[in-house]
T-cell receptor
């Protein structure tokens, strides 16, 4: 099992550009989520999904879109990047009836 | 929504000393209580967890204790070593629910 795979690992954008962070898991987990982590700060939940076709907002959803067309994939879209979205983004998944979250390696995004 | 607080935010100990980090939560339906460790530049990973029918769990030098009445649980690290230096997060969770909210993290420094 590869676990949770995120791409790209690093990305630099200009203000107003759009991009998609990819997340895929091969553990057949129903639950997937996106977090952002700013320097010296904790993990803040952006969006989550409890299964294909079902998504919901977390703590800081503004400026981000998600969709879940398959169990394996949960992409995060930035439609118009802003400097405030400079952060490290983590994708995480788990089985619905358990608690442990499995994280990807993270994607470092810089918006100029 | 769930309110999760961790204390202290920073902890510095001498090698060989013990360290204790406390997590307080607001959702009385929480029944799964994990601690994650994040080394510098790495992803968070589960190091120990406890479920609500157990008061204490140990795994070598680390332990977690739970007080459901007071709604807090703690991470205990004994005989600390330099490799214990990291950021530790709690993330109390209701396995009948969905989203997982993390505490703000505790940065532990172990001085050799």
């Amino acid at each position: 099992n590869a676990g949770v795979t995120q791409t790209p690992k690093f990305q630099v954008l200009k203000t107003g550009q759009s991009m998609t962070l990819q997340c895929a898991q091969d553990m057949n987990h129903e639950y997937m989520s996106w977090y952002r982590q700013d320097p010296g700060m904790g993990l803040r939940l952006i969006h989550y999904s409890v299964g294909a076709g079902i998504t919901d907002q977390g703590e800081v959803p503004n400026g981000y879109n998600v969709s879940r067309s398959t169990t394996e994939d949960f992409p995060l879209r930035l439609l118009s990047a802003a400097p405030s979205q400079t952060s490290v983004y983590f994708c995480a998944s788990r089985r619905s009836n358990t608690g442990e979250l499995f994280f990807g390696e993270g994607s470092r995004l810089t918006v100029l | 929504g769930e309110n999760v607080e961790q204390h202290p935010s920073t902890l510095s100990v001498q090698e060989g000393d013990s360290a204790v980090i406390k997590c307080t939560y607001s959702d009385s339906a929480s029944n799964y209580f994990p601690w994650y460790k994040q080394e510098l530049g790495k992803r968070p990973q589960l190091i120990i967890d406890i479920r609500s029918n157990v008061g204490e769990k140990k795994d070598q030098r680390i332990a977690v204790t739970l007080n459901k009445t007071a709604k807090h649980f703690s991470l205990h690290i004994t005989e600390t070593q330099p490799e214990d230096s990291a950021v530790y997060f709690c993330a109390p969770y209701n396995t009948g629910g969905f989203k997982t909210i993390f505490g703000a993290g505790t940065r532990l420094f172990v001085k050799a």
